[in-house]
């Protein structure tokens, strides 16, 4: 949701400091969701974390969709 929003190397780069698709991955797949949801809700720019909190909060409205 926030690479859509944000870009694959933002996401990345909030969990590595740098744009490498690999590392950034092994990174994140070592995290359970709530932290990787917590890094993300720190260091994302704001207009993505907003979009975030607001396709979490219509999940039960998309599942039926």
């Known amino acids: 949701i926030c690479a859509y929003n ?15 698709l690999k590392r950034g ?5 070592s995290l359970y969701s709530n932290e990787v949801y917590r890094v993300l809700m720190r ?3 704001e207009e993505t974390r907003d979009y975030l909190k607001r396709v ?4 039960e409205i998309y599942k039926h969709i």
Do not use: D, E, H, Y
């Open 6 to 20: 944000g870009g694959i190397g933002r996401v990345i780069k909030a969990f590595t400091g740098a744009t490498n």
């Open 56 to 59: 979490l909060k219509r999940m």
């Open 25 to 29: 991955a092994q990174k994140i797949n």
């Open 43 to 45: 260091r994302m720019p």
